[in-house]
């Protein structure tokens, strides 16, 4: 479907209702994942004769749900994660929004969803922290993070693409990831649940691959796993990706490894940015299959030194232990290795203005 590029200007709502600043700091102070929002949300309305419009940003609220509006039936519903950060220097920045806004389009793409103009996607995310400043905590491992979505909305149970959809952005400021904070993460290898085909939704960053990894999840959980991890739905035997996160194998020879994009995985902006920085530093990146065979055999004889998990949520996670129906193995003494230390170090230290930013990734939001 074709974007509508007219020009928009943002209807900007202060809301009446801010949560106190007393008690903004007190949540600061134990941050998890996802449980507290920022005061406003930035909307954006599509219909298939008005195209976009519409463009605010407002208090945060729940929208009104028809029961029939096709989201709730057929699932046609996107979504992105990113984070704003507090550098050392007072800025506030965004990390390479513009991947984002450019996976968002390949998802609605697949989904059969209308596209968003990347500026009007940058525009929403931007006014929206611009909105919300005090809700970016400056605290080392913290971060704003922000959650861009778009569902169907039109009111009809036929089953095909939506009329009518609703793109909004919402923020919420976050700690670690895994309860453990920064220890090495337990993965469970799942048998008997795959996430994607080859001609599926798997590159896709849509709510129902998530809804079908729930199980998995769960059963991760069960065997006392921090996540899951997938095999290819063909063979069964290739390393795909976390539930919600890339995967990356470093070897004894120094290079490393991690499952190629064809389309079954999600290409996540942390890979491509950790494959950019270990290449500079001289590192072989080979982006090849890798067996879950190969994975225990080479913990086994040492081959494999380090394995670790990336995302925007999840930042770098060593995996220390892999568990699967039979057994259990320990990457790298179960600790994080050095690799894993260094490279996490030289992506958090642009994303949080510490290091040079060589590449231009961070978006300086002026003014915030
Ligand atoms: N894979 C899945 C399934 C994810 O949900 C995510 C998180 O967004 C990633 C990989 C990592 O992607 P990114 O680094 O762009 O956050
Ligand atoms: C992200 O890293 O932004 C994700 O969407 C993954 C999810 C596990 C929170």
Not at 64 to 79: K, R
Not at 133 to 145: F, N, R
Request: glycine share 10%; hydrophobic share 40%; with cysteine.
């Amino acid at each position: 479907m074709q974007a509508e590029t007219a020009p928009l200007t943002f209807d900007i709502k202060p809301s009446a209702n801010c949560l106190p600043e007393q008690d903004r700091l007190k949540a600061f102070e134990n941050l998890g994942f996802g449980t507290l929002f920022s005061d406003h949300m930035a909307v954006i309305r599509w219909s298939a004769d008005k195209g976009w419009h519409a463009a605010e940003v407002t208090a945060r609220a729940p929208f009104p749900i028809d029961p029939a509006s096709s989201v709730m039936h057929y699932a046609q519903e996107i979504f992105e994660g990113m984070k704003a950060y507090r550098t050392a220097d007072g800025r506030a920045v965004l990390f390479r929004p513009e991947e984002n806004a450019r996976r968002f389009n390949e998802s609605a793409r697949r989904m059969a969803m209308p596209e968003l103009p990347e500026a009007l996607f940058l525009e929403a995310v931007e006014q929206l922290v611009r909105a919300d400043a005090k809700w970016i905590p400056a605290a080392e491992g913290s971060s704003l993070y922000l959650r861009p979505f778009m569902f169907a909305s039109e009111t009809f149970l036929g089953v095909r693409p939506s009329k009518e959809y609703i793109f909004c952005v919402i923020a919420s400021p976050v700690g670690p990831y895994f309860k453990g904070g920064a220890k090495p993460v337990s993965i469970w290898v799942s048998q008997d649940y795959t996430r994607a085909a080859s001609g599926g939704t798997g590159a896709a960053k849509c709510g129902g691959n998530y809804a079908a990894s729930l199980v998995a999840q769960a059963e991760a959980y069960a065997k006392g796993c921090d996540q899951v991890v997938f095999l290819d739905a063909a063979e069964h035997k290739w390393v795909e990706e976390l539930g919600g996160m890339n995967v990356f194998f470093v070897m004894a020879d120094g290079s490393i490894v991690t499952p190629p994009l064809g389309g079954t995985i999600l290409p996540g902006i942390t890979r491509k940015s950790l494959i950019a920085l270990a290449r500079e530093e001289g590192i072989t990146v080979d982006e090849k299959p890798y067996s879950f065979d190969e994975w225990k055999a080479d913990a086994a004889s040492g081959r494999l030194k380090e394995a670790f998990a990336c995302g925007t949520a999840a930042v770098v996670a060593a995996i220390g232990t892999v568990k699967y129906p039979q057994g259990e193995f320990q990457i790298g003494g179960g600790e994080t290795g050095p690799v894993t230390t260094r490279l996490r170090d030289a992506l958090v230290g642009i994303q949080r203005g510490q290091t040079d930013d060589a590449h231009g990734w961070l978006k300086v939001l002026e003014g915030v």
